[in-house]
């Protein structure tokens, strides 16, 4: 067994722990990231690439909580359910009615508008930083409404956005076809975000991102903790790696497993109610992706990436855990919705599945352990990871340093 020892152990590579293992290390922390997977995997890669700041809406609202069996039983629905999952799904469900009542969800979205506000200057200084400046696009996003009903109805949802503070505007066929000219008609128009930007190769930027970590310091552990215990002097990690088992002592655990924290958490004494979306993208080789800017056909659920040198769809919701197989029907029904877009579109080169950290109420897990400080979770990100990955480390940075930002207590683990 090899014996360990670091000030602070970062369980989880993904964009959110490399994000935080980079900033702790360049403050002069000692840090080791804990993943059994090369850092940058799972859905910081497969992504639509957004840093969407303009995502201010909890995913459960009125609306969907209207429609709520038609989205969760149509198998052509961009929200999806396994059904062998209803069982252990069970209580998140439950609690994801609750968050979707009006109230529960204006405190989100406003919670959620708090959070958001400086993802996109975040991201801008971090990319400059660590020499990703020419994968950052600053051309904004755009929702996409096939019919002028769906168009018109995007006025209260956009007027909701505006007193959150999103910038936003609501653009004709017309003014669309200028905008994208590869883009075929779209009938109703589109809501266009201009303050958006979005990265064209999110591999290559988390892999940059990595880098910089390593450069600061940060050490990188090939291995999955399994078994989490405090004591008096910190934390202890244990678990399986490449090089065989492992015993690690941590003056401080930060958890930013993504979809896999739930276990870590509860052993840290933290009953979270985390489960998972699976979330899906397609690609196509192209040199030139046909878009300039993500876009998302709403009714369909997913975004149309214009990735560096391929075009990216990516998206819709499966609610269903972690052990089951890829759905080739989910895989199905993005490559129908993107014909219905580009019908020319020959076989996808590729196809992906990855998890997303779900929590009921739209809101990441960010702070200390109800049971104390040496635990810190920074988890729960839903669709909005990679947008909030350097938001997160410098809450994560706050709770270290005992500096906490103010305002977030919405965000706390004991909320539940």
């Known amino acids: ?43 910081s890669y497969g992504n639509a690439g957004t840093i969407a700041d303009y995502a201010v809406m909890p995913v459960g609202t009125p609306d969907v909580l209207r429609a709520l069996p038609t989205l969760l039983f149509d198998r052509n629905s961009p929200l999806a359910l396994r059904r062998s999952a209803i069982p252990a799904l069970a209580p998140w469900l439950l609690r994801f009615l609750r968050q979707s009542l009006p109230g529960a969800a204006m405190r989100n979205a406003a919670v959620l508008a708090r959070l958001l ?55 004709g066929p017309a003014d669309l076809a200028g905008m994208e000219p590869g883009l075929p008609p779209v009938a109703g128009g589109a809501a266009f975000f201009p303050r958006a930007v979005f990265l064209n190769d999110p591999g290559r930027m988390v892999g940059l991102l990595a880098e910089a970590a390593v450069t600061a310091g940060a050490g990188v552990l090939r291995a999955r903790a399994g078994r989490l ?5 910190g934390v202890t990690l244990e678990g399986d790696g490449a090089a065989g088992p492992f015993h690690l002592q941590a003056r401080r655990v930060v958890i930013a497993a993504g979809a896999h924290s739930r276990a870590l958490a509860r052993a840290a004494g933290d009953r979270v109610p985390l489960d998972t979306e699976r979330g899906y ?26 990735m560096a040198g ?3 769809v990516a998206g819709t919701v499966e609610l269903g855990g972690l052990r089951a197989p890829p759905s080739p029907h989910r895989l199905a029904r993005l490559e129908a919705g993107a014909r219905a877009i580009f019908p020319d579109l020959p076989a996808p080169d590729r196809s992906w599945m990855g998890f997303r950290p779900s929590i009921p109420d739209s809101l990441p897990v960010i702070g200390p352990s109800v049971a104390g400080a040496e635990v810190i979770h920074a988890y729960g990100h839903g669709h909005i990871g990679l947008t909030l990955a350097p938001v997160t480390a410098a809450l994560v940075e706050g709770w270290v340093t005992g500096r906490p930002a103010e305002g977030f207590a919405a965000l706390l683990p004991g909320r539940f």
């Open 117 to 171: 506000a400086d993802a996109c200057p975040r991201w801008i200084a971090l990319a400059d930083e660590i020499g990703g400046s020419a994968i950052l696009q600053h051309r904004g996003c755009l929702y996409l409404y096939e019919t002028e009903a769906a168009y018109r109805q995007a006025d209260a949802d956009m007027a909701v956005r505006r007193a959150l503070g999103i910038t936003v505007e609501l653009i």
């Open 310 to 312: 391929r075009l990216r």
């Open 1 to 43: 067994m090899t014996r360990l020892e670091t000030e602070i152990a970062v369980v989880g590579a993904g964009v959110v722990g490399l994000a935080i293992a980079h900033r702790l290390a360049r403050a002069g922390h000692e840090v080791l990231l804990i993943d059994p997977e090369p850092p940058g995997s799972g859905a």
């Open 281 to 306: 993208h397609l690609e196509w080789d192209m040199a030139q992706p046909r878009l300039s800017r993500p876009s998302c056909p709403t009714a369909r659920g997913f975004y149309l990436c214009p």
């Open 229 to 233: 215990l405090r004591h008096g002097n």
